[in-house]
């Protein structure tokens, strides 16, 4: 199997292909398309035109959740929470050729996640976020360094509150990515910031 594309440094997540029209020609270089409360006919809609337009520009496309449309479609990766690990197969990703990434909040979701032999694992929230109400404390930059030295070069995507002021501790704790939502979707002017966060990325 070929090396896993690379999960680029920022790593914005959107909820629907009008957002993806809006960054990835920014130059936004790995993108997560997370799809909630959608119709199956629009699912397979908006997966089929995101990776389209992602390989318009280069752009690394990462389904979250729906794998089998991923599949069907030719994602270059899926990612999965560990209640849709639990029930995805595995290894029919695998044998499609997409890469897998794994969310993980705790040291037993950690080893089901490894045991599944992902191409990326995720932490999170590093810090507080609003977006959403998570049963999960804050993890902190401590969590980040233990998950770091338990994955050795597997990469690590670190998402929740994180900030173009906090990413650069995050990186500095052991992430290789940061996946950002909040930051940008929330801003007067998300073109803008994630402009900023491209800079903060090639600069960093």
């Known amino acids: 199997m070929q090396t896993a594309p690379a999960i680029a ?41 995101s990776i389209d337009l992602c390989r ?16 069907e479609y030719g994602a270059t990766y899926v990612h999965l929470g560990q209640e849709d690990l639990a029930v995805a197969d595995v290894a029919a990703i695998k044998a499609a050729g997409l890469r897998l990434g794994i969310s993980t909040h705790s040291h037993e ?11 990326y694992i995720a932490l999170g929230p590093v810090y507080e ?28 995507v670190a998402i929740g509150g994180i900030t173009p002021e ?15 939502i909040t930051d940008f979707f929330t801003h007067p002017e998300p073109e803008a910031r994630v402009r900023k966060w491209l800079a903060w990325a090639r600069g960093a």
Not at 13 to 34: D, K, N, S
Not at 172 to 179: F, H, L, P
């Open 56 to 71: 318009r520009h280069d752009c690394v496309l990462i389904v979250n959740d729906y794998w089998r449309e991923a599949v």
């Open 166 to 180: 906090r990413a650069p501790g995050v990186i500095a704790a052991g992430a290789d990515s940061v996946a950002v």
């Open 109 to 119: 979701e950690l080893d089901i996640a490894l045991g599944a032999q992902p191409d």
């Open 129 to 156: 976020t609003k977006l959403k109400a998570m049963k999960w404390e804050p993890q902190g930059l401590d969590k980040v360094r233990d998950w770091k030295r338990r994955i050795g070069p597997l990469p690590l």
């Open 9 to 49: 440094r920022f790593y914005p997540i959107v909820p629907e292909l009008a957002w993806m029209e809006r960054l990835v020609p920014l130059g936004v270089a790995t993108i997560q398309l997370r799809l909630k409360d959608a119709t199956p006919d629009e699912v397979r809609r908006q997966i089929k035109g």
